[in-house]
């Protein structure tokens, strides 16, 4: 791909999809061996316009079962089951674009795997979304130390046309079994959380005791906890500042003007909890932001 992109997910509207699934992931099937990258197929849904208006994503659908979830017949609460329902084994939802326009705001609907940090119209992130993903990661906190379930955060272009793939809304995954038609370990690596969401491309990303974003470290109180953070800019860009979060949304350390590599090491909390990382980045003094995907700490 001319962008240098590795994988892509199309989530074509389901109007625009209606009875062509099987359509659709064939023409998924053919681009993907034309580009030699894994093209994935996904939809994007709208709820019932009397609950919110809003979209979701489905990701990791059967790619032989052509019932697929119709636009403006669902409760945002239905839309997100009839996702996963989907294929229950591998499908989920994302919630796309939550502050942007429509507005998802049914915030005690369930069932969801992450939230859009990034799209076409933002290359910073909206605070509320920021706000609300650090919300759903604490008040999820258990059931991630239960089952390494969370709320995963993205960075999608919401494209609109064949160019928009590529500019502003870019996601970083760690794919350790990658291969060009290998689309269950792109599913699986969004799933997990392994990823850094971005505006326009930069790469900022970081370990915690040697285990990458989305895992979690079993550790003792007061034990040491080192971080390793790697930024990587686009072209002409430089990075400023990186910033370390705790499940409070409370910066805990921050490093100026930083290095290719950073290594900082801090006692671990008293109880469970999870850091997340922003780098930031200037381009002739606009400034473009990357977050980082927690990683959890287990505190016995």
Same mark, same amino acid.
């Given at each position: 791909?001319?962008k240098?992109l590795?994988?892509?997910?199309?989530?074509?509207h389901q109007?625009?999809?209606?009875d062509?699934?099987?359509?659709?992931?064939?023409?998924?099937?053919?681009?993907?061996?034309?580009?030699?990258? #894994?093209?994935? #197929?996904?939809?994007?849904?709208?709820?019932?316009e009397? *609950?919110?208006?809003?979209?979701?994503?489905g990701?990791?659908?059967?790619?032989?079962?052509?019932?697929?979830p119709?636009?403006?017949?669902?409760?945002?609460?239905? !839309?997100?089951?009839?996702i996963?329902?989907?294929?229950?084994?591998t499908?989920? #939802?994302?919630?796309?674009?939550?502050y942007?326009?429509?507005d998802?705001?049914t915030? &005690?609907? &369930?069932?969801?795997?992450?939230?859009? !940090?990034?799209?076409?119209?933002?290359?910073t992130?909206n605070?509320?979304?920021?706000s609300?993903?650090?919300?759903?990661?604490?008040?999820?906190l258990?059931? &991630?130390?239960?089952n390494?379930?969370f709320?995963?955060?993205?960075?999608?272009?919401?494209?609109?046309?064949?160019?928009g793939?590529g500019d502003?809304?870019m996601t970083?995954?760690y794919?350790?079994?990658?291969?060009?038609s290998?689309?269950?370990?792109?599913?699986?690596?969004i799933?997990?959380?392994?990823?850094?969401a971005?505006?326009?491309?930069?790469l900022?990303?970081?370990?915690?005791?040697n !285990?990458?974003?989305?895992s979690?470290?079993?550790t003792?109180?007061?034990?040491? !906890?080192?971080?390793?953070l790697?930024?990587?800019?686009?072209?002409?860009?430089?990075? &400023?500042?990186?910033?370390?979060? *705790?499940?409070?949304?409370?910066?805990?350390?921050?490093?100026?003007n930083?290095?290719?590599e950073?290594?900082?090491?801090?006692?671990?909390?008293?109880?469970?909890?999870?850091?997340i990382a922003?780098?930031v980045? *200037?381009?002739?003094g606009?400034?473009?932001?990357?977050?980082?995907?927690?990683?959890?700490v287990n505190v016995?």
């Amino acid at each position: 791909m001319s962008k240098g992109l590795k994988w892509i997910v199309i989530t074509d509207h389901q109007d625009g999809i209606n009875d062509l699934w099987l359509t659709y992931v064939s023409q998924c099937n053919t681009a993907q061996t034309k580009c030699g990258i #894994p093209v994935l #197929p996904g939809l994007e849904v709208t709820a019932l316009e009397a *609950d919110s208006g809003a979209d979701a994503l489905g990701y990791a659908l059967s790619e032989t079962n052509s019932n697929l979830p119709v636009n403006k017949s669902m409760t945002p609460q239905a !839309l997100l089951t009839a996702i996963n329902d989907h294929n229950p084994s591998t499908s989920y #939802p994302i919630i796309a674009h939550p502050y942007g326009e429509p507005d998802w705001d049914t915030w &005690t609907a &369930t069932g969801f795997r992450g939230i859009e !940090l990034f799209s076409a119209e933002v290359e910073t992130p909206n605070p509320s979304t920021v706000s609300q993903w650090f919300s759903l990661l604490r008040s999820g906190l258990a059931d &991630t130390m239960n089952n390494g379930r969370f709320v995963v955060a993205m960075g999608n272009s919401d494209a609109h046309n064949l160019w928009g793939p590529g500019d502003n809304g870019m996601t970083w995954a760690y794919i350790p079994n990658y291969s060009s038609s290998n689309r269950t370990a792109v599913w699986d690596a969004i799933r997990a959380g392994r990823l850094s969401a971005t505006g326009t491309g930069n790469l900022g990303c970081f370990s915690l005791n040697n !285990l990458s974003q989305g895992s979690i470290v079993n550790t003792t109180p007061g034990s040491s !906890l080192t971080f390793k953070l790697v930024q990587q800019p686009e072209t002409g860009d430089t990075c &400023t500042q990186i910033v370390i979060y *705790d499940q409070y949304q409370t910066a805990i350390q921050s490093f100026a003007n930083p290095s290719t590599e950073t290594t900082w090491t801090t006692p671990a909390p008293p109880l469970d909890g999870f850091y997340i990382a922003k780098f930031v980045f *200037d381009n002739l003094g606009i400034q473009y932001e990357v977050w980082a995907n927690p990683i959890f700490v287990n505190v016995p």
